[in-house]
């Protein structure tokens, strides 16, 4: 930016002075370029007010305009649009107040049976995103599939586990980049405000988190009043045997039911 801001000390101004990667970075190729075209007066100084002919800067100064572009970005610390209850009338947009605060981005504890994708600290400073939604899929997928086996009701995140992975973000965000003195998306436009966009370790190691459910730090709720555990076994009936061909040994090429799809689905039926 030195070299191409050259000789322009009024531009010098939009030079950081915080390190790459406290914000996103963008490379904005013809930016600085654009800048610098005659027909282009930079402004260093915020907007008072819009008048009916333009815009009014602090100084008092009026600038006419013919149109006015607004790129002022977006709240990423808003609670939803749409209102969200979980048990006992709890309700989303308090319980997000002061911060986000969710279960490795994809569940919120007061809420059973609900998941998010893109949520809270699931952004990334790197890598492919299309990636990780994929992935929360297949987590909600299989969160959706273990209800239906085991015969639960609900399933809620830990609180002591969404507090855990708070304290554990936070305190790694401590020695990274993303906390620089600069005022970022990723920290809700603030300085010294938490981490709320990004998750804080690289792509790849969030498909891994991803990928092995620890359902340990969920609650589950049976369907079964009495809680019998052994519910998980099903009916005692096997989909092998209710709509497959319990005798396939006699007709050895039609394979082993174990190397067939359809039976490779769901172990059990209900």
């Known amino acids: 930016m030195e070299e191409k801001l050259h000789g322009r000390k009024d531009l010098q101004q939009i030079i950081p002075s915080f390190a790459p990667g406290c914000r996103r970075l963008t490379p904005g190729p013809g930016y600085l370029d654009a800048l610098q075209q005659v027909n282009v007066t930079f402004i260093n100084q915020k907007i008072e007010e819009i008048t009916e002919r333009g815009i009014k800067i602090v100084s008092g100064e009026e600038v006419d305009l ?16 749409f209102e969200v209850t979980g048990r006992n009338g709890t309700r989303l947009t308090k319980k997000w107040k002061p911060h986000f605060e969710t279960y490795i981005s994809l569940a919120v504890d007061e809420f059973p049976n609900f998941f998010l994708i893109c949520g809270p600290n699931c952004g990334l400073g790197s890598g492919s995103l299309l990636s990780v939604f994929e992935a929360q899929g297949d987590y909600i997928v299989n969160a959706i599939r273990k209800l239906q086996k085991e015969d639960y009701a609900t399933i809620e995140a830990n609180p002591e586990r969404v507090a855990d992975f708070i304290q554990y973000t936070d305190e790694y965000f401590k020695g990274t980049v993303y906390t620089d003195e600069c005022s970022s998306w990723y920290r809700a436009g603030r300085l010294g405000s938490r981490i709320v966009a990004l998750w804080p370790w690289p792509s ?15 609650k589950l709720e049976s369907v079964d009043p009495t809680g019998n555990l052994p519910r998980w ?11 497959g061909d319990p005798s396939w040994f006699l007709d050895p090429d039609e394979g082993k039911p174990e190397d067939s799809e359809f039976y490779r689905r769901r172990p059990f039926s209900y």
């Not at 013919?66 to 649009?81: N, Q, R, W």
């Open 233 to 243: 076994m099903g009916n005692g009936w096997s989909q092998v045997l209710t709509e």
């Open 66 to 81: 013919d149109v006015l572009v607004c790129a002022t970005g977006y709240d990423v610390e808003a609670p939803p649009s």
């Open 204 to 218: 790849v190691q969030c498909l891994e988190v991803l990928r092995s459910p620890r359902w340990e730090d969920y």
